[in-house]
């Protein structure tokens, strides 16, 4: 039953984004003027772990590659990115290695890898890592797990005293906890709308569509440097949640609390556009004074995130002795 739910309402998804995009400015943002750490200068250490996790090797990199920012920003106008300065004498600062390396999930590590019966379905192994549907009574996917996973990894090595893969597999962790605040990447879409989906390819192909515009609005809004949505990031105060598990829970509640807001108003705006295609920045921008709405519930979410996710850092470095 629960793989016949899975075809029915994913087989109409071809392929599947993995999350907001900006991930190097929104961890920016959160951690740069905020951890009383931030500028410590760590020294670079070579990779020594013995991982029972799967990767795509040909993607993943185990150097250090701060200094060398991969640059995706889809603005066609100025773009806004963190400094990315290269080491210097071995060593970047704590900032820089959290921002650098939240990006890294993203870049393949986590494709083309066999990890679930149902990866064929959406596509690809990623997305079996960055998200967590709730369908029904029903959950799918490793997104949570993915976060607890890097947790657990950055704890063995600052327990080594390996400050550097300390940071650097916290950084996974913040991308995927990221990820999971992200509405789509918790339910296809609306509960009435997943339900459609099952029967109606039409719908299963605007909640697509649906997914990856709201992606491209987040990176609209950071890549932009948006005053208000930076204001919702920087400003946050920290939440201090006590254990990991509920930590997921309010992420993903968050998320998924806005999937009917953010989708009515996607769809007031766009309207049959979004059944034809995903939404670009071009298209946000030629509508920016209709798109107050959805502005104030996704500064809303990436807000209270931010508080979340800031909560989680810094409870995490005393726990591990760095501050
Ligand atoms: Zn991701």
Same mark, same amino acid.
């Given at each position: 039953m629960k793989?016949?739910?899975?075809?029915?309402?994913?087989?109409?998804?071809?392929?599947?984004t993995?999350g907001?995009?900006?991930h190097?400015? /929104?961890?920016?943002?959160?951690v740069k003027?905020? &951890?009383?750490?931030s500028?410590?200068?760590?020294?670079?250490?070579?990779?020594?772990?013995?991982?029972k996790?799967v990767y795509?090797?040909?993607?993943l990199?185990?150097?250090?590659?701060?200094?060398e920012?991969?640059?995706?920003?889809?603005l066609?106008n100025?773009?806004?990115y963190p400094p990315?300065?290269?080491?210097?004498?071995?060593?970047?600062?704590?900032w820089?290695?959290?921002?650098v390396?939240?990006?890294?999930?993203d870049?393949?590590?986590?494709e083309?890898?066999q990890?679930s019966?149902l990866?064929?379905?959406?596509?690809?192994?990623?997305?079996?890592?960055?998200?967590?549907?709730?369908?029904?009574?029903?959950e799918?996917?490793?997104g949570?797990?993915?976060?607890y996973?890097?947790v657990?990894?950055?704890?063995?090595?600052?327990?080594?005293?390996?400050?550097?893969?300390?940071y650097r597999?916290?950084?996974?962790?913040i991308?995927y906890?990221?990820?999971?605040?992200?509405?789509?990447?918790n339910?296809?879409g609306?509960?009435?709308?997943?339900?459609?989906?099952?029967?109606?390819k039409?719908?299963a192909?605007?909640l697509s569509?649906?997914?990856?515009?709201?992606?491209?609005y987040l990176?609209?809004?950071?890549?932009?440097?948006?005053?208000?949505?930076?204001?919702?990031i920087v400003?946050a105060q920290?939440e201090?949640t006590?254990?990991?598990?509920r /930590?997921?829970?309010?992420?993903r509640l /968050?998320?998924?609390n806005?999937?009917?807001?953010?989708?009515? &108003?996607?769809?007031?705006?766009?309207?049959?556009?979004?059944?034809k295609?995903? /939404?670009t920045?071009?298209?946000y921008?030629?509508h920016?004074?209709?798109l107050?709405e959805l502005?104030?519930?996704?500064?809303?979410i990436?807000s209270?995130?931010?508080?979340?996710?800031?909560?989680?850092?810094l409870?995490?470095?005393?726990e591990?002795?760095q501050i």
């Amino acid at each position: 039953m629960k793989q016949l739910i899975t075809l029915l309402v994913l087989g109409f998804y071809c392929v599947i984004t993995f999350g907001w995009s900006a991930h190097e400015v /929104l961890t920016y943002l959160l951690v740069k003027d905020f &951890l009383p750490n931030s500028d410590k200068l760590i020294q670079i250490t070579p990779y020594n772990y013995d991982e029972k996790r799967v990767y795509n090797k040909d993607f993943l990199r185990l150097d250090d590659y701060c200094g060398e920012f991969i640059k995706s920003c889809p603005l066609s106008n100025a773009c806004y990115y963190p400094p990315d300065p290269k080491p210097i004498d071995g060593k970047v600062p704590v900032w820089q290695i959290l921002t650098v390396y939240s990006v890294e999930p993203d870049l393949g590590m986590d494709e083309g890898l066999q990890l679930s019966p149902l990866q064929n379905i959406i596509g690809n192994s990623q997305g079996v890592r960055h998200m967590k549907y709730n369908i029904a009574i029903f959950e799918f996917f490793e997104g949570s797990e993915s976060f607890y996973y890097f947790v657990n990894m950055s704890k063995e090595a600052f327990n080594r005293g390996d400050e550097y893969w300390g940071y650097r597999f916290l950084a996974r962790a913040i991308h995927y906890l990221e990820d999971l605040s992200m509405p789509y990447h918790n339910t296809p879409g609306t509960f009435f709308d997943t339900l459609r989906a099952f029967t109606d390819k039409e719908m299963a192909h605007l909640l697509s569509n649906s997914h990856y515009s709201y992606d491209e609005y987040l990176a609209y809004l950071l890549y932009g440097y948006d005053q208000d949505t930076v204001k919702g990031i920087v400003q946050a105060q920290p939440e201090y949640t006590r254990y990991l598990r509920r /930590l997921i829970q309010k992420v993903r509640l /968050l998320g998924l609390n806005n999937i009917d807001g953010v989708d009515r &108003l996607l769809r007031r705006t766009y309207g049959d556009l979004l059944g034809k295609r995903v /939404l670009t920045t071009a298209d946000y921008a030629a509508h920016e004074n209709d798109l107050e709405e959805l502005k104030q519930i996704t500064i809303g979410i990436i807000s209270r995130f931010s508080s979340l996710a800031r909560g989680f850092i810094l409870s995490f470095l005393k726990e591990v002795g760095q501050i």
